[in-house]
């Protein structure tokens, strides 16, 4: 399995895996291995297979952040606010998770499972 192989017909979905398909090419093989496993705890697949696997999941993991932010009403600097990110680049890193360029942490994503099921902190924006 090649990840060039993938493609999308919205352009935008395509600029999001071009920056995850980068992102993975750049990894080495045992680096592709470990982030296999810690994510899916199987072995016996090729490392392209793996890169592939782990290519498929990330772009819909940044299309989805994306939309349930639009769904929830908030800018790409409230958003990150709410996932525990400060400073002055919020929305930078916000864009750069849902464009693929950074990957999200299992801590924000069980953030944006709670907020789109409904939970609302005290300090949710208004």
Same mark, same amino acid.
């Given at each position: ?52 696997? @782990?290519?498929?999941? +990330?772009?819909?993991? #940044?299309?989805?952040?994306? !939309? &349930? ?39 924000? @994503?069980?953030?944006? +499972?709670?907020?789109? #099921?409904?939970?609302?902190? !005290? &300090?949710?924006?208004?």
């Amino acid at each position: 399995m090649d990840i060039g192989a993938i493609e999308f017909s919205d352009p935008k979905e395509n600029k999001v895996l071009v920056n995850v398909r980068n992102r993975l090419n750049a990894l080495s093989d045992s680096s592709i291995n470990k982030m296999y496993y810690e994510n899916y705890s199987s072995r016996g697949f090729s490392v392209e297979e793996k890169r592939f696997a @782990l290519c498929a999941d +990330m772009c819909c993991i #940044s299309a989805k952040l994306k !939309s &349930d932010r639009k769904e929830l009403g908030l800018t790409l600097s409230q958003m990150a606010r709410m996932l525990g990110y400060q400073g002055k680049h919020t929305r930078v890193m916000m864009h750069d998770l849902e464009s693929g360029k950074r990957s999200i942490r299992l801590p924000q @994503l069980r953030l944006m +499972m709670a907020y789109t #099921s409904g939970y609302r902190p !005290s &300090d949710w924006p208004k």
